[in-house]
């Protein structure tokens, strides 16, 4: 049976200036498996794990990508819904969570990098960087499930209402036994207009990959 892949409502975000709108956006996904890492795992119970220093937008990212993994072989939980301590974000609250939910993969989610070209109560602004984005190259500020190891090399940016640009995430995949890394997303949105629909639809793009390649049902 075809997977469903739904874009769910304006509520849910990850970062507070990630957006897509209308038919003009452009999508590219590209995915890749570790090396040596077995091809036939599915995961039945998946922890969803937005990488921000914003607990809301952290918080609601989780949600969308919770709502999009979700089926009737695959559940899927939040990390913000079910962690004993959800700021800062650390390995150990996440072990507990695994434990407690019997979660056999999780899924975290990182921006990678973003360009914004805003307009803002008439004014322009350029903004770079992003939610806990390492300052070396090869992402060596994190560790396991994507949890940051060197809290002060990120660095936080404030929200931006109306957006134009470019976005990357990487969504890492682990299995629980060793905290081993499996399988990596990386998803590049441009044309970023809206918001809202943008969650939704750059979430629905990781859930449809991890599909294709047989992570969940």
């Known amino acids: ?19 897509l709108s209308g038919c003009a956006n452009q999508v590219k996904v590209t995915s890749a498996w570790q090396e040596n890492a077995p091809r036939n795992q599915s995961f039945t119970r998946v922890l969803v794990v937005g990488v921000s220093p914003d607990v809301d937008q952290r918080c609601e990212f989780e949600h969308v990508l919770v709502g999009q993994i979700q089926s009737a072989a695959t559940a899927a939980i939040a990390s913000c819904d079910v962690v004993t301590q959800k700021d800062p974000l650390t390995r150990e609250t996440i072990d507990q969570a695994i434990v407690a939910q019997k979660a056999d993969g999780v899924v975290a989610t990182i921006l990678v990098s973003k360009k914004w070209d805003t307009q803002e109560g008439g004014t322009r602004d350029t903004r770079g960087a992003g939610y806990y984005k390492a300052t070396d190259v090869g992402y060596a500020g994190y560790g396991a499930y994507g949890v940051p190891t060197v809290y ?24 629980t036994r060793g905290a081993t890394l499996i399988y990596t997303v990386d998803t590049k949105a441009s044309d970023l207009e809206s918001t809202n629909v943008g969650r939704a639809t750059v979430a629905a793009s990781i859930a449809d990959r991890l599909y294709r390649d047989g992570l969940i049902r």
């Open 1 to 19: 049976m075809q997977r469903k892949v739904f874009l769910l409502g304006p509520t849910l975000v990850l970062l507070s200036a990630m957006g």
């Open 152 to 175: 002060g090399d990120f660095r936080t940016e404030s929200s931006i209402i109306t957006l134009k640009g470019t976005v990357e995430v990487t969504s890492k995949v682990y299995e």
